[in-house]
């Protein structure tokens, strides 16, 4: 790391918590294992602690930075045939175009955009070979979370039906600095294939598992009354008395296909 990246005073408005600790870097980078001719691509690479060594394992990555003062010292360190840097905010970003050709995406994510940002790459699941991320544990412990556990939810389910997910390993907050308030851990996420996928549609499964989850306590009868009355989920095989964090993915799969019978033309809805 050169001298003007460490100077550098993380900005809480980004979210910014820079990754020092030479071990951990070591043991995120091999699970990545970056191979040369690979689409990588960075998000918030910082003060290039990782950016650097998959530089030296891939020979050249992609990055998005926001900070303009650290994408200014990443320019001065990386010339153009190791890194090529966008530099703006990662969620106005138009995905679909940087995803011209299958992309692996690696990041240390900033806490107070991680959920939006998984959203965000949801739709571009088909062109991703596998995303390898560092978030709040807190956050990772709901990504994997099985149905019945307290921390079970909509993005629970919503990330489970489009990817194969396994957390990795954990990371104190002492391997940043600033020091952060709380543990992270890495995810790495392998989406599904899209023959894997169930034959749905994405949309209104989205707003089932949304409504479903948006008072957890109501009863799926209750919580889905806009979507499918108490007969119209017992049709699709789910207990109409039950909550939402008891059901399986697959359970909103079904749902979602009874409320296509009943919402969408016949040309608009899957079979």
């Known amino acids: 790391m050169t001298t003007d990246a460490r100077a550098h005073q993380a900005r809480k408005r980004f979210g910014q918590?820079?990754?020092?600790?030479?071990?951990?870097?070591?043991?995120?980078v091999d699970a990545i294992d970056p191979q040369p001719g690979q689409t990588?691509?960075?998000?918030?690479?910082?003060?290039?602690a990782l950016t650097?060594?998959?530089?030296?394992?891939?020979?050249?990555?992609?990055?998005?930075?926001?900070?303009?003062?650290?994408?200014?010292?990443?320019?001065?360190?990386?010339?153009?045939t190791q890194l090529t840097l966008i530099e703006a905010d990662v969620l106005k970003i138009d995905w679909h175009a940087v995803a011209s050709k299958p992309l692996r995406l690696v990041g240390n994510l900033p806490y107070n955009i991680s959920t939006p940002l998984l959203f965000?790459?949801?739709?571009?699941?088909?062109?991703?070979?596998?995303?390898?991320?560092?978030?709040?544990?807190?956050?990772?412990?709901?990504?994997?979370?099985?149905?019945?556990s307290k921390v079970y939810g909509r993005l629970s389910v919503m990330l489970q039906f489009r990817y194969h997910m396994s957390k990795l390993f954990d990371v104190p907050p002492e391997a940043f600095k600033p020091a952060p308030k709380v543990t992270s851990s890495v995810?790495?996420?392998?989406?599904?294939?899209?023959?894997?996928?169930?034959d749905v549609n994405a949309n209104l499964f989205a707003r089932v598992v949304a409504a479903a989850f948006g008072q957890r306590r109501k009863i799926l009868r209750n919580a889905l009354a806009e979507i499918l009355n108490a007969d119209?989920?017992?049709d699709a095989g789910v207990d109409s008395q039950a909550r939402a964090e008891t059901l399986s993915v697959e359970s909103f799969v079904d749902l979602a296909r009874r409320a296509a019978t009943k919402t969408l033309t016949p040309e608009c809805r899957l079979a």
């Open 17 to 28: 918590n820079f990754l020092h600790d030479a071990v951990v870097v070591e043991r995120i």
């Open 232 to 234: 119209e989920i017992r």
């Open 187 to 198: 995810v790495r996420m392998h989406p599904r294939p899209v023959q894997e996928l169930p």
């Open 40 to 48: 990588i691509f960075e998000i918030g690479p910082g003060q290039a």
């Open 52 to 80: 650097g060594r998959l530089i030296e394992r891939a020979g050249h990555i992609h990055a998005v930075e926001i900070d303009r003062d650290l994408a200014a010292i990443l320019r001065r360190r990386f010339d153009d």
């Open 120 to 148: 965000a790459l949801w739709p571009i699941a088909d062109r991703v070979i596998d995303q390898h991320f560092m978030l709040q544990r807190e956050v990772v412990e709901r990504m994997v979370a099985p149905p019945g």
